[in-house]
């Protein structure tokens, strides 16, 4: 996974139109194809890939608005996972992966399992920017949990969006490794990447986890 330190204290400006024309296959391998991760894909893409890049997609932002009743909860005590909101002044910070050949098919098939049939999301072309070359954009296929989705949650305040989080647990662990996890991933990614609604509730989480359960209880969560 490249991760340069490039010096961005800001996105880049959006390319010409030119520059954007890509389609969602590469232009230079009409077999190869790139997915963005924000969420857990970021560290657990689970399918084999010819390449990953650190960046970003501008336009929308991340929301722990996704209800989850498999992977981060369960049926009574749904978890919160992430999800896109369109926000025209939003930037998201992720990881691209591309696929080739017989990849595509199996990524492909493989996520409709994880993302779409489990976790209630819908696929979305969007536009990426390599962190390591911003002025040369991808076109990459994301996974976005909308509104009509049974899953949906929506908007919370994030003290109750912690609270929620502290207290589910799923197949692939607990919700709050989730959190902590892509937490992780952002710091990474240096100080030009910012998300506002994820360090709120990483800050609610640290206020509450103390009254919570106990400190020995606390770090056996992640």
Not at 86 to 115: F, I, M, P
Not at 125 to 147: G, H, I, N, R, S
Request: hydrophobic content about 35%; aromatic content about 10%; glycine content about 8%.
């Amino acid at each position: 996974m490249k991760q340069e330190s490039a010096s961005l204290n800001t996105p880049p400006p959006s390319p010409s139109p030119a520059q954007s024309a890509h389609p969602s296959r590469d232009d230079g391998d009409p077999q190869a194809l790139w997915i963005f991760g924000y969420g857990s894909l970021v560290w657990r893409p689970d399918f084999a890939y010819s390449d990953s890049r650190v960046g970003f997609v501008r336009g929308y932002s991340r929301r722990f608005w996704q209800g989850d009743t498999f992977h981060r909860g369960s049926d009574k005590m749904p978890g919160r996972v992430v999800t896109l909101l369109e926000d025209h002044e939003g930037c998201t910070w992720g990881v691209a992966y591309q696929v080739r050949d017989e990849q595509v098919s199996e990524a492909l098939k493989y996520l409709n399992v994880r993302e779409a049939v489990l976790g209630g999301y819908d696929t979305k072309e969007v536009t990426f920017y390599p962190q390591d070359a911003p002025d040369q954009p991808l076109k990459a296929l994301a996974y976005v949990a909308t509104p009509q989705n049974p899953g949906y949650l929506g908007p919370a305040p994030e003290e109750a969006i912690a609270t929620q989080i502290l207290a589910c647990r799923g197949f692939s662990g607990h919700n709050l490794e989730y959190l902590l996890r892509l937490a992780d991933f952002m710091q990474l990614c240096g100080p030009q990447a910012q998300d506002e609604h994820l360090a709120a509730i990483v800050d609610a989480v640290g206020t509450m986890l103390p009254c919570f359960c106990p400190t020995e209880r606390a770090l056996a969560l992640v």
